[in-house]
């Protein structure tokens, strides 16, 4: 690519007025964005119509200054920018679900964004004993596939969730609420040089010397959900970034989990919420996960396959393959076509819950786990 083309992306991202869902649309009307910088006002205006303001600034190129000063920081720290039209843009954020994610990165080391299963840990800064053995335990699970380990390099969770992918040695990126040119937390100065070092990434839509604002915090979790295929929340209270990043992820339509807490425990009354308005599976362990997600597992370290199913009684086996047949059925239905009681379909479907092998869906109704 000409540097001339990345002069353009940079330029029309710092365009006063045109957000990630208007540069998708001007990418798919005009192309490259150097084209529009290379239109009459009259042209532009016909593109803009009434939003004159962003006519005027494309034709006075008032970006530019900015956008080759912003090349010059890109080429001295060894920065890859990454556009919506490159191979090494994360594809899964140019779904058309996601529309709202930016179409230029900003990316800081070797990680494969296009990994084949890709993760997404989340949750509250202010971990828990319990939080941090549960994060642990996620991402050491998945030691030996090949996973990408995906967070924000915050306190708590996130913290743990990388940390825990360098020990096993898995990939880890950090998707950052700010410019490259500085760190937030300073305190995970090391954690990120430790990412770097480990063919991990950070990653950030905000060019450098862009000013920490707490509005680019919950802004950068769409990203962490856009990469992921699951989203899994550890630890999270009622309100909070990491419920943002489940409530996205939802509308993306990615998978997400919640690992359950007491009622009493503050950290993990975001999580309960989650499960009890089916907004998340209950996570239980790595097999239900997979089960959950339809991957296939490598060869434990012992050399034996791990089960990747649950043994079934011979009842929760016939509910089973009921919903195997049908896209969804209410529990009436259930009871009719298998001639159980009441109770005991619904102590069968609360056991098939737990077990992450159905789903209740809204209005009380039943389906298979996608796998």
């Not at 209005?363 to 786990?369: I, S």
Request: a negative charge; hydrophobic letters at 35%.
């Amino acid at each position: 690519m000409e540097n001339n083309e990345l002069l353009y992306r940079i330029a029309l991202s710092l365009t006063p007025g045109i957000g990630c869902k208007s540069y998708r649309q001007l990418i798919e009307l005009c192309g490259e964005p150097s084209h529009l910088f290379q239109m009459s006002r009259k042209e532009l205006d016909q593109i803009f119509g009434t939003h004159r303001a962003i006519a005027e600034s494309i034709a006075s190129k008032a970006t530019l200054r900015r956008a080759e000063e912003e090349c010059i920081f890109i080429e001295r720290n060894n920065i890859t920018p990454l556009f919506s039209t490159d191979s090494d843009y994360p594809q899964r954020m140019n779904r058309t679900d996601c529309a709202d994610t930016p179409p230029l990165l900003y990316c800081q080391g070797r990680c494969n964004l296009n990994a084949k299963r890709v993760v997404s840990i989340v949750g509250t800064r202010r971990i828990t004993p319990y939080g941090r053995d549960m994060a642990e335990k996620i991402v050491g699970d998945l030691r030996g596939d090949d996973i990408l380990i995906i967070s924000g390099l915050a306190y708590g969770v996130d913290t743990a969730a990388h940390t825990a992918a360098l020990t096993n040695n898995l990939p880890t990126a950090a998707v950052l609420g700010h410019g490259l040119d500085q760190l937030y937390p300073p305190q995970n100065r090391k954690l990120a040089h430790s990412i770097l070092e480990q063919e991990g990434c950070l990653l950030t839509e905000y060019p450098s010397y862009t000013k920490i604002a707490p509005s680019n915090f919950p802004a950068r979790n769409r990203i962490i959900a856009a990469l992921a295929d699951v989203i899994i929340v550890v630890e999270a209270s009622e309100k909070g970034g990491a419920l943002i990043t489940a409530n996205i992820a939802n509308s993306y339509h990615r998978e997400v989990f919640a690992v359950p807490g007491r009622l009493s425990d503050t950290y993990s009354r975001g999580c309960n919420n989650l499960l009890a308005n089916n907004k998340a599976i209950t996570y239980t362990n790595a097999d239900n996960l997979y089960y959950n997600m339809g991957w296939s597992r490598k060869a434990a370290q012992s050399g034996e396959q791990q089960q990747l199913f649950p043994t079934l009684t011979h009842d929760e086996q016939t509910l089973v393959e009921l919903l195997s047949q049908e896209e969804m059925l209410g529990i009436e239905e259930i009871c009719e076509k298998t001639a159980f009681s009441l109770p005991k379909v619904a102590g069968l479907l609360l056991n098939l819950e737990l077990e992450n092998l159905v789903r209740c869906m809204p209005g009380k109704r039943y389906r298979l786990c996608q796998c």
